[in-house]
Each structure stands twice: as structure tokens, then as C-alpha cells.
């Protein structure tokens, strides 16, 4: 297949070789005035007789996908940004006889006027057509099975080319992503931007990317999330603030992980946990009606809420589940590993995750999260070894995160401590004590509920994608091995 693929392309290089003897091989003055997909709605629906009397001229370019030689005249189609369009082009035309010999993938422009076959296909009659783009390389006939999954994902230009269902699927992501903004706007949240790159890595337990700026001779890292940020300009007036940002984690790849991801981030002066609850499924609910979701999740009705503790009984297990010893058994049971600088939160949430996560498949809101593993979210008043924290899981993915932000900078100071020792003890993912955080702490937080999406895997829910890579244009990939 390779030599045949090389054959193919020495081939095309030879037709370019004699485009560049004849003048310009790389034309770059024709206009395109006309989208296939404007044609098709403006004239699709009218009959061949109508397009005839009204002599529609048409103007259109794009690489050509099909193409059916048949002596005098010939058919072939168009594909733009926006759709396909098919040409007919005869043998009236000075170039036909090289129009013949133009290869499938080339970019090819197409000036004449609108007709419909025989068949009732909206075809444009050429009168003029020119090659603007010589392809050297040959399009793919179909991608299917491993190797071609693998190439979709290196080669996302060809995927583009040759895949509709992929072109559709990121033009949802669009929309998904517009109707995030389009809420946040309609709620007074103003859109702002805070640094990738940072001195101390904060906002979430995750191990991060390491570089170094060699102007200031110091190393910095990439942002795992912008959460410390958005609360410092919350602590500056800026009230209601979010951003839509790139996140970096040095960490697994896997269905639902990827090292960059996207994630909207938010923050909300004067309220709590339970406003935020409501405001994601509110903001869940527009994407899904953004992209016109049907599927067996239902993003209309109300979403459940599960605290950790029910989940976890509601899979047969009883016990007391703050007692160390006893999570600690459970999980041993399970062969799940833990250490013994974990206490009972920490353990807690892994037997969630071992035994109650996969049930969560309808939209669910768990709550009752452990302080322990809270580091940033303000503590339940009632209740001091919990916090006032929500994940929403969808699909047994979770997919959005917040709470009411903890606001006590000395409370926040010694939970910074707390990491810090894990950090010391080896823990490559707990957090950095940061101390300029503090110090905007100690100006004064307003109460203040925050929230974080990740858009990366809302969009593989809205568009049925299997894995994560499937919503990423360029996901990170290993290198290509050497031929």
C-alpha cells in the first residue's frame, strides 16, 4: 500500500512539475463569491424549470472529492467549508481535455450558472474552471479499524477532508462552547484571561507540566487550573468572572484524559454551593439544547443529588464510613492501594470511586465531599469534616466541579500546610503553599461560589464520542515510529 501511495505521488509530482513549466502552479486571483451550503438553500428546493428562467450565476471553490469522466463531458464534486456542491463541465471548455487528468483532492475553482440534472442534483454548469491547488498527496479512500483510528488523530487535516461526522462534531463543539458564553454573558459574568504559565501551580491536586523562563532565571510551570487567579480578581471587585481556558496536567492518558484539556472556569461574589449547583445544570442544559441532544440522558428534567455516603451504601455497603480502619479494609478487599498519610476522606472518596461512580449515568449532582480532599471549598458549617462541594457526573464521567469557595485565610493557610506536607512526603500532586494567595485572602474574599466544566468532555457526551481524543483537533499523540 505504502509503494503504491509513493507511486501515486510521484505521479502528481510530475503534473506539478508540469504546471510550474506553463506559468504559475500556485494561482492565488480567483474570488470565490459563492458557499455550496448558501446554494443548496437558496435553490435547492426550486425546480428545474425555475432554475433555467432565472439563470443563476454561480462562483465556487473547493477540492474536488468525486469525479466521473464520461468523454464529452464529465461530473464531478466540490467540497468547501461549508458542504459539496457537483460541477459539469464539457467539453466547450478550452481545458477540459486537462480538467480530465486533475486528480481527486486537488483544489479547483468553477465559474457558470445553476441547473438540475435528470436526477434533481443542483449541479453548477461550468464555464470556466480553473486548478488552483495540485494535491501531490491522494486522499484516503475510507478510514476504518486501529491503524486509521490512530491516523485520524495524527492527520486530523485528512480526517477533516474525509470525514463528515468528524467535521460535525467540532462544529457542535462551536456551539457548545458559544452557548457557555452566551449564558455566563445573559448572567453579567465577564469573560477575562489569567496566566498559563505561573510560579506556583494552584486551583487543583494535580501534577504539573515544569519549564523555565530564562529571562528571570526561574522555573515556572503550566497552569493546571485558573482558579487561584479568577478568586484574586474577586477579592479586587471583579464580582462575577469566568474564563474559558487550557489547562495542563503531567499526568495519564487515557478515553477521558488528555494532558492540555479545555475547561470554563467561574466565580460568583454573595453566593454558595447551591447556586452553583443550579447555575451549571442551567449551563449544561443550554449546551445540550445549543447542539439539539437526543440520546437516553435526559438534560431536561431535574438533575439527581447524591451524597457520597448514600452512594456508597446504596452498593450494599454498611459501616461506619469515617472510620479509617474500616474504608481501609473495604478497599484492601477491593485490591485498590492506599497509604497511611491518607486519613478517612481520602479513603472515603476512593471507595466512591471504586464502587459508586459507574452508577452515575443520568445527570447527578454528589455532594458531601470530605474536607480532607477539598483543600479550597469552605467548610460545612453543621457539619466541619465535609465541605459545601458538588461534582456533577454524567454518564459516569465527571464532568463539572465547585463549591463555596473557602474564604478564611488562616483555615486556608493551614490546608496549604496540610499539602505541603503531603507534597514533602512524596504526594507529586498536592498543592503548593502559595503565599501571595494568602496574602489576597487577608484582604478580604466575599463569600463567593465558584464552578469548573470541562468542556472537553461535555462535548464527548453531546456528541456520542467514545474518547476524548475524538473532540480535540490535535491531541497529543506519541511519535511517529520511523519507516
Excluded at 219 to 239: D, Q, T
Excluded at 316 to 327: C, M, Y
Amino acid at each position: 500500500m505504502e509503494n503504491e501511495d509513493n507511486k501515486l505521488i510521484e505521479e502528481r509530482r510530475e503534473k506539478l512539475k508540469a504546471l510550474r513549466a506553463q506559468g504559475v502552479a500556485f494561482p492565488n486571483d480567483f474570488r470565490r463569491k459563492n458557499l455550496s451550503q448558501e446554494l443548496h438553500e437558496k435553490y435547492s428546493a426550486k425546480t428545474k424549470e425555475e432554475l433555467e428562467s432565472l439563470k443563476v450565476q454561480a462562483s465556487i471553490a473547493g477540492r474536488m472529492v468525486l469525479k466521473r469522466v464520461m468523454g464529452k463531458a464529465s461530473f464531478a464534486t466540490l467540497q468547501d467549508g461549508s458542504g459539496r456542491l457537483q460541477i459539469y463541465v464539457s467539453n466547450e471548455i478550452k481545458n477540459y481535455e486537462q480538467f480530465k487528468h486533475w486528480d481527486l483532492g486537488d483544489i479547483v475553482g468553477v465559474e457558470g450558472h445553476l441547473f438540475k440534472t435528470m436526477k434533481g442534483e443542483l449541479t453548477v454548469h461550468a464555464s470556466a474552471i480553473r486548478l488552483l491547488v495540485k494535491a501531490l498527496r491522494p486522499l484516503p479512500e475510507k478510514f476504518h479499524g486501529m491503524a486509521d483510528q490512530e491516523m485520524k488523530y495524527r492527520q486530523r487535516y485528512v480526517d477533516l477532508i474525509a470525514t463528515p461526522k468528524t467535521r460535525e462534531v467540532f462544529e457542535k463543539r462551536i456551539r457548545i462552547v458559544q452557548a457557555l458564553r452566551d449564558t455566563m454573558a445573559a448572567d453579567g459574568y465577564l469573560e477575562v484571561e489569567t496566566p498559563m504559565m505561573q510560579p506556583i501551580p494552584g486551583g487543583a491536586v494535580a501534577r504539573p507540566f515544569k519549564t523555565h523562563h530564562h529571562a528571570l532565571d526561574m522555573e515556572m510551570f503550566l497552569r493546571i487550573a485558573p482558579e487561584l487567579y479568577l478568586k484574586r480578581l474577586v477579592v479586587g471587585g471583579m464580582e462575577r468572572v469566568f474564563e474559558i481556558n487550557r489547562n495542563f496536567r503531567n499526568e495519564g492518558i487515557s478515553t477521558r484524559h488528555n494532558p492540555e484539556f479545555t475547561m470554563m472556569e467561574w466565580y460568583c461574589a454573595y453566593e454558595d454551593c447551591e447556586y452553583m449547583i443550579a447555575h451549571t445544570e442551567k449551563l449544561v442544559r443550554a449546551a445540550a439544547r445549543a447542539v439539539g441532544f437526543q440520546g437516553a440522558l435526559d438534560f431536561e428534567k431535574p438533575f439527581a443529588r447524591l451524597p457520597i455516603p448514600q452512594a456508597i451504601r446504596q452498593q450494599g455497603i454498611d459501616g461506619d464510613l469515617r472510620d479509617r480502619a474500616f474504608l481501609a479494609k473495604k478497599l484492601d478487599e477491593l485490591k485498590i492501594e492506599h497509604t497511611q498519610a491518607q486519613g478517612w476522606g481520602a479513603l472515603q472518596l476512593m471507595l466512591f470511586e471504586a464502587v459508586a461512580e459507574k452508577h452515575c449515568v443520568q445527570p447527578t449532582f454528589v455532594t458531601e465531599y470530605p474536607a480532607e480532599v477539598s483543600p479550597l471549598a469552605r467548610r460545612n458549617d453543621k457539619d466541619p469534616e465535609t465541605v459545601d462541594r458538588f461534582e456533577l457526573f454524567v454518564d459516569a464521567k465527571e464532568i463539572a466541579n465547585g463549591f463555596s469557595e473557602l474564604n478564611d485565610p488562616e483555615d486556608q493557610a493551614g490546608r496549604f500546610r496540610e499539602q505541603a506536607k503531603l507534597k514533602d512526603a512524596g504526594d507529586a500532586e498536592a498543592m503548593y503553599y502559595d503565599a501571595d494567595y494568602i496574602r489576597a485572602l487577608e484582604y478580604g474574599l466575599p463569600p463567593t461560589a465558584g464552578g469548573g466544566l470541562g468542556i472537553d468532555r461535555l462535548v464527548m457526551l453531546l456528541t456520542d464520542s467514545p474518547s476524548i481524543r475524538d473532540v480535540i483537533l490535535f491531541p497529543h499523540m506519541r511519535p511517529e515510529a520511523a519507516s
